[in-house]
């Protein structure tokens, strides 16, 4: 049967899931979020990644790269319950969407490969959960693939993510002879039949009979150490009941204290159905997670999933079609209606929402309201961005935005043509405007225009979407690393007098500071003046200052990270002392400081894992070690080797044309950023400042 469940009839928050599709590039994201579209009557034909058919990734740059770049949300139903579903980029250098969908969802499908497990940005994306407390259950993908193996997937999300695997199901054949999944719940069997879009359920098959009882007692024996009801009934009885075990299995995943894992594949149609009735079984609705938190009138408070209550929401998303500019909305209590004014909680100004849209990737359904729970998009916010909390006019509360991750690399960009200049600033200001991670600035010394993103790949996007959608021909300059500077060895006791008399108001600030090193890539102010010499506002006023002198460093003129400053003593002026004068001597006396301190030279670097055939692990290796990289692993099987190394992100650029080359088009590679690492001495010297 093929089972599209019943229609979305209910606007209960038990009858809603907010989730995404998290997982490596190529694991299978999109094809998954298509099948899904299918099984739930959302679309009539399925789409095809490689015939550029889907409905996430309908940017065109999307379709002639095969890989997800932008976060796509679709809305389905399936058992009368809502679903919105938002897939996610899996590159690396689009690790900024995935920040910004997690920070706006209640769940996740995290999708494995089933012959490579967890992959490096895989990885990535489930620490990025781990940190926004996102419940997750695991699709292992791809059962149908040559050397695929599902306990060996398992095995890699147990090592890799520290995760406990709770493996729900056991597959009916192996790679090609996959066809269906045995249920370990219900111990039945689920047949797909091949070439259609239907299966049937029956009985465990005689072969897999043992293996399934098994499999099944492990299952039980697992949750019963983790789940303490579980347990009482398991030391009763010995074994544990369907209704128990789903239960059980549930407030695991809602606590992060296990793992349901399913398998199957979705090019193939097949586990599609179990995977939606997971999704329901599992994952938490709205009405299931806590109250969000935010700033009101500088005190703590809370907001409850509530639709009756004071309407909230936070903007994730900004994206600009032909039909306007989209505000993507996260409810969180209250309800929007169309025409309605909503206010910037932060800056106080009020907007008016003109239209609301439930979103199917690039088209739209038109709504006369969202509730608690909701996630559309609106039409008609002109100041709205990424991170701003939208509220009822009276009833403020800033919500925490997402995070925006530092950029790492850094090209000039100018117009072909000198008539288009203008339109290169106004195309610029809207590309920083939809993707926080892009900044745009003015370089001071050449008068060059410089966009920074997250890599090679996301300014190649970002240039094209100029060239494309604004009609904007660019020249684009090699790419920068973004380098940092941090101390090694700080200074105690510097003291700095900011006297200034130009005949009105005098300035006098006297500050004492201590800088040194942190150990970890972030600034730190305190102050330790006693006896009120240097008051509180002024206090807050020299840190400003160190921020200010925190932009350029002594070596190159680079961002400084790494360091603490201790304010321990300082004197005012009872007429001429003010913040803008100690603002100055913070700014002057940290300059002065990191003049004598000992600083180094940083650079982002990255950990590459390289898959090449065996024969051509020599050449890779070699040119790893020219790229400066470390080594730090090497498996070799059926005919391939997996490398992984740590390279500067500096001298990557290029390497896929050069490994392509090395390896007769063979070789492929990943990477995912590894934090920052001191620059040799015999390198920095050649850079050139900032």
């Not at 789940?227 to 789903?246: K, V």
């Not at 935010?294 to 004071?310: I, S, T, V, Y």
Request: negative net charge; aromatic residues 4%; charged residues 25%.
């Amino acid at each position: 049967m093929r089972a599209n469940g019943r229609p979305f009839t209910t606007t209960s928050l038990n009858a809603v899931r907010n989730l995404g599709i998290l997982a490596h590039v190529d694991a299978g994201k999109t094809t998954l979020t298509e099948r899904v579209l299918f099984a739930t009557g959302a679309t009539h034909k399925r789409g095809e990644v490689h015939a550029g058919t889907t409905v996430t990734d309908y940017d065109p740059q999307e379709r002639d790269r095969g890989i997800t770049i932008f976060a796509a949300a679709v809305s389905c139903t399936w058992d009368g319950h809502r679903v919105n579903l938002i897939d996610t980029p899996g590159h690396v250098d689009f690790s900024d969407e995935v920040e910004r969908s997690l920070r706006v969802l209640d769940g996740a499908v995290a999708v494995f490969d089933a012959v490579a497990g967890v992959e490096p940005q895989s990885e990535s994306v489930w620490r990025q959960a781990d940190r926004h407390g996102v419940p997750r259950i695991a699709f292992v993908n791809k059962l149908d693939r040559a050397g695929a193996d599902l306990d060996t997937a398992v095995a890699s999300i147990r090592e890799r993510l520290g995760a406990v695997p709770l493996v729900v199901q056991l597959p009916i054949g192996r790679e090609d002879a996959f066809t269906g999944v045995v249920d370990l719940l219900a111990m039945r069997a689920l047949h797909w039949h091949a070439g259609s879009d239907t299966y049937e359920t029956g009985p465990v098959p005689e072969p897999l009979r043992e293996e399934a009882d098994r499999r099944r007692r492990l299952l039980e024996e697992t949750v019963a150490e983790l789940h303490a009801d579980a347990l009482e009934e398991f030391c009763a009885t010995s074994a544990l009941t369907g209704p128990t075990l789903a239960r059980a299995l549930r407030e695991l995943t809602l606590r992060g204290d296990g793992v349901v894992v399913l398998c199957g594949s979705a090019y193939r149609n097949r586990g599609i159905e179990p995977l939606l009735d997971a999704v329901l079984a599992y994952l938490p609705s709205p009405a299931e997670m806590p109250p969000v938190r935010g700033m009101a009138d500088g005190a703590e408070q809370e907001r409850a999933p509530d639709p009756a209550g004071p309407f909230t929401a936070l903007a994730f998303k900004v994206t600009a079609t032909a039909t306007g500019r989209l505000t993507y909305l996260r409810v969180y209590a209250g309800t929007l209606r169309k025409g309605a004014t909503v206010l910037d909680a932060a800056t106080g100004r009020t907007e008016r929402v003109g239209r609301i849209l439930r979103v199917q990737a690039d088209r739209h359904e038109e709504r006369e309201e969202a509730v608690a729970g909701d996630i559309v998009a609106v039409i008609g916010l002109k100041a709205a961005r990424a991170g701003t909390t939208l509220c009822s006019p009276g009833a403020g509360l800033v919500l925490e935005p997402p995070s925006v991750a530092e950029p790492v690399v850094s090209v000039a960009v100018e117009a072909r043509f000198a008539g288009d200049t203008g339109r290169l600033s106004a195309a610029l200001a809207r590309l920083a405007e939809e993707d926080p991670s892009l900044v745009v600035r003015s370089d001071a010394e050449t008068g060059q225009t410089v966009l920074s993103g997250m890599g090679e790949l996301h300014l190649e996007v970002a240039a094209e979407k100029i060239r494309s959608g604004h009609g904007v021909e660019v020249v684009v300059g090699r790419p920068q690393v973004s380098y940092r500077e941090t101390v090694v060895r700080g200074v105690t006791g510097l003291v700095y007098r900011h006297v200034k008399q130009d005949g009105g108001a005098g300035q006098f600030a006297h500050v004492v500071v201590d800088v040194e090193p942190l150990e970890e890539a972030a600034f730190e102010f305190r102050s330790t003046v006693v006896g009120g010499r240097v008051p509180q506002e002024y206090a807050r006023a020299v840190e400003a200052g160190c921020r200010d002198a925190l932009a350029e460093g002594p070596l190159g003129g680079h961002p400084v990270t790494g360091l603490r400053v201790t304010l321990t003593d300082g004197a005012t002026h009872s007429k001429d002392s003010s913040e803008m004068a100690f603002r100055a001597a913070g700014r002057f006396a940290l300059r002065e400081a990191l003049r004598l301190s000992a600083v180094e030279l940083l650079e982002p670097v990255v950990e590459v894992t390289v898959t090449v055939p065996e024969d051509g692990v020599g050449g890779v290796l070699g040119d790893l070690a020219a790229r400066r990289g470390r080594v730090s692993g090497s498996t070799a099987g059926s005919g391939t080797a997996v490398i992984t190394a740590t390279v500067p992100l500096a001298e990557l650029f290029g390497y896929a044309s050069r490994l392509r080359g090395r390896t007769r088009g063979r070789g492929t590679f990943t990477t995912r950023p590894a934090g920052l690492a001191p620059v040799p001495a015999s390198v920095a010297a050649a850079l050139p400042a900032r």
